[in-house]
């Protein structure tokens, strides 16, 4: 055998990796909806795909849209069969209930999309086509969109930014309108940008003011008055800094913005600098005899701690509000009680990224 160089990898070894590669790839089991939208091109022209394709044309709704907090990959007896499709016309059942919230209807749609492109069956363009529909119809006159659609009597009209829903709908009604969906038909394509415009408008509308001055969004706002509303218990009106990020990223891709989108970003972007928290750490402190065996503290470290946003802002003052399920503000993360204290995002770094590329978008658009 010929002395090992460098990038030498004997026969035998290039075997071996290879048949490592291969079995590591395969599925032990039925993929599950999350990694089904994160597989290779490849892979939506394979019987598996198409499998969760099924189930998807399954749960649609008569509507167009889907359910949310559903596992679609799972596997589908004929019972199931029966029981969603009985579901779906329950409005108290949560099948019977298509949204966008949660990341619900369009990731379903852009799987479709994907599997329908390697495969040709015509039922998932069809599917994909109404779906389309869906969230043309559900937006409001002004622009919104309600969390649920048919409307959900409650906090669920609001116009909803609350884990991406009105973004996450307008992130891919952009995407059809610019062609990114070739078997789209061109009514529809007008249809979505037309609808984006829509959205942008009521977004620049929502944008709260403090004093004259433009600042952020908050997680809903009032189909009607536009003002920031209420939602849970523990969501109550305020500035958000988690949702307000998606806002502000959107407005930031857009290829040419107005000089009100313009102001709009370089405001919120200011009123983030100006509400950001510095040298804090969120300490997760192990503790057994506790529900989930730890407990989250806020600790102060003026040296090595990071900037950190709150979720929640109280309009006027800026400071940071923590929520428990009887729905007193309070001021500091550890006076709420501890199932809400840890099993919520009260605190992160969501706009850290988008103010390291800021003063590039800036540039570009003084």
Not at 86 to 114: C, H, M, V, W
Not at 175 to 182: I, M, N
Not at 308 to 336: C, Q
Request: net charge negative.
């Amino acid at each position: 055998m010929p002395t090992p160089t460098r990038g030498y990898c004997p026969i035998p070894l290039l075997l071996l990796l290879f048949t490592t590669l291969t079995l590591g790839a395969q599925s032990t089991g039925p993929v599950t909806w999350r990694a089904a939208q994160r597989q290779d091109s490849a892979w939506y022209g394979t019987p598996e795909a198409a499998r969760v394709a099924d189930n998807l044309l399954v749960y649609q709704h008569a509507t167009g849209g889907w359910p949310k907090n559903t596992d679609m990959a799972a596997p589908l007896t004929p019972a199931d069969i029966t029981a969603i499709t009985a579901a779906k016309t329950d409005p108290q059942d949560d099948l019977g209930r298509p949204t966008i919230d949660n990341g619900a209807t369009y990731p379903e749609l852009r799987f479709l999309s994907r599997v329908y492109r390697s495969r040709g069956d015509e039922r998932y363009r069809e599917a994909f086509l109404r779906g389309v529909d869906y969230l043309l119809e559900a937006q409001y006159a002004n622009g919104g969109w309600p969390q649920f659609y048919p409307i959900r009597k409650g906090y669920y009209e609001n116009i909803t930014l609350n884990d991406g829903a009105m973004i996450g709908t307008m992130e891919f009604l952009r995407d059809v309108g610019r062609g990114a969906y070739p078997f789209v038909d061109a009514e529809r394509m007008a249809n979505s940008r037309a609808a984006v415009t829509r959205g942008v408008d009521v977004l620049l509308k929502m944008q709260v003011r403090v004093d004259g001055q433009l600042t952020a969004w908050c997680a809903q706002h009032d189909p009607v008055t536009l003002e920031p509303a209420k939602a849970r218990a523990y969501e109550l009106v305020s500035l958000s800094g988690s949702e307000s990020v998606g806002v502000v990223r959107f407005l930031m891709e857009m290829e040419d913005p107005s000089p009100e989108v313009v102001r709009a970003v370089t405001a919120a972007v200011d009123w983030f600098e100006r509400v950001k928290l510095t040298g804090l750490r969120l300490i997760r402190e192990d503790d057994p005899l506790l529900p989930k065996g730890y407990d989250l503290i806020v600790g102060f470290d003026p040296e090595h701690g990071k900037m950190l946003w709150a979720r929640f802002y109280e309009i006027g003052t800026n400071y940071p509000m923590f929520v428990g399920r009887d729905g007193v503000v309070k001021y500091a993360l550890s006076e709420i009680e501890y199932e809400r204290r840890n099993g919520y995002s009260w605190l992160n770094d969501w706009p850290k990224e988008l103010l390291a590329e800021y003063p590039a978008w800036a540039e570009r658009h003084p």
